[in-house]
């Protein structure tokens, strides 16, 4: 009973959802808005569901992810602990933190003292679409938002301030296409790929996959944005993974990565 009454407050707090109240009043960006201001301030109800639904960029908060993402992710973290499935946990595109601290907290409060979060980004927000390379990003605007660019100073107070300083984070910091591949990462149980381009997502799944144990889970988090759903579309395709894809709300999805 108290590790539930944890998560669900770790769960609040990361979301921004305990601060509502306080965000609605100074709310500048929401995802229906497109970057542009509201005309007046969401009510009290419409802020708490689009918060609880990952439905908006929270001024308040270090997680965009809304509460069923995240208790998405603690249900694999858990999973993978009863199960006895070995390695560390990562995230590629962290924003400002909050689902690593989340996934830190979960792991603290589960006794697992010995794996690593790793916290991957650029810190400088996303690369502008390489239209050669990866044409299916032709278009993709993510490089112009400048509330994507959180400097990795930002990101490690944050786990300071949650209390998760002396804890095993270790940051990965640049594009994925040139960190990733050489990244000390060993072995994974959960990976969540949270870079919403087709580029980030095909990237990360390249680098990362073969390194998720067996019963482990992969989560991407804006499948059904369409350069992601194609990366992880074409992925698939070529490694021949028929796991279930089961979705988590109405962007995120996870599969389990099947055993010997």
Not at 83 to 105: K, L, M, Q, Y
Not at 174 to 188: I, M, N, R, S
Request: glycine content about 10%.
């Amino acid at each position: 009973m108290v590790y539930e009454q944890y998560v669900e407050l770790l769960k609040r707090a990361v979301t921004g959802y305990l601060y509502v109240d306080e965000d609605r009043q100074a709310r500048r960006f929401s995802l229906e808005t497109a970057g542009n201001a509201p005309d007046a301030p969401p009510t009290a109800e419409q802020a708490q569901t689009t918060r609880r639904e990952g439905l908006d960029w929270p001024g308040i908060g270090y997680s965009m992810c809304g509460f069923k993402r995240l208790e998405n992710l603690e249900y694999c973290l858990r999973t993978a602990v009863t199960n006895g499935v070995p390695g560390d946990f990562i995230e590629t595109g962290v924003w400002r933190g909050g689902a690593c601290i989340f996934a830190a907290g979960v792991l603290h409060a589960l006794g697992q003292r010995n794996r690593t979060v790793w916290v991957a980004d650029s810190f400088k927000g996303l690369p502008p679409p390489d239209a050669v390379q990866y044409p299916k990003d032709t278009g993709s605007t993510f490089h112009k938002f400048d509330e994507l660019r959180v400097p990795r100073e930002k990101v490690a107070r944050a786990f300071e301030l949650f209390g998760f300083k002396d804890l095993k984070v270790q940051y990965i910091e640049g594009f994925f296409e040139q960190t990733l591949k050489t990244a000390p990462v060993k072995q994974l149980c959960v990976a969540r790929l949270d870079g919403d381009m087709y580029s980030s997502t095909i990237c990360a799944l390249e680098a990362l996959y073969p390194k998720i144990s067996p019963g482990g889970f992969i989560i991407i988090d804006d499948y059904y944005i369409g350069q992601c759903k194609a990366a992880v579309t074409d992925f698939r395709a070529e490694h021949g993974i028929k796991a279930k894809i089961v979705p988590c709300d109405w962007t995120g999805v996870y599969w389990q990565v099947p055993g010997p």
